[in-house]
Nanobody, 124 residues
């Protein structure tokens, strides 16, 4: 059974930082691309970051580029999302996802497995 478990969310002031983690089990983690998405209340889920199976390729949209970084530790079956200079509009539930295609992509439909999400709240 595949499981993706996110952690590290919480309440932070604008300008602060958080580091999200996602631990995967039940799949060959090192073969999967990993992504982070987020969904704010009343809005559609949006892409935040992706990393290829080997960690050599990263893809982030302009909305978070320069503030967020994605990384992975295949030895620990874990993907991370470091979020700096957080803004009120970053408030959302953050989800990690796994894509057996292995290539970093922002296409939500490419992802095969999803976690339950972790709440990030940024106070202004």
């Amino acid at each position: 059974q595949v499981q993706l478990v996110e952690s590290g969310g919480g309440l932070v002031q604008a300008g602060g930082s958080l580091r999200l983690s996602c631990v995967a089990s039940g799949l060959p983690f090192s073969r999967y691309a990993m992504g982070w998405f987020r969904q704010a209340p009343g809005k559609e889920r949006e892409f935040v970051a992706a990393i290829s199976w080997h960690g050599g390729d990263e893809y982030l949209p302009d909305s978070v580029k320069g503030r967020f970084t994605i990384s992975r530790d295949n030895g620990k079956n874990t993907v991370y999302l470091q979020m700096n200079d957080l803004k009120f509009e970053d408030t959302a539930v953050y989800y990690c996802a796994a894509d057996k295609g292995g290539i970093a992509t922002g296409w939500e439909n490419r992802y095969d497995y999803w976690g339950q999400g972790t709440q990030v709240t940024v106070s202004s």
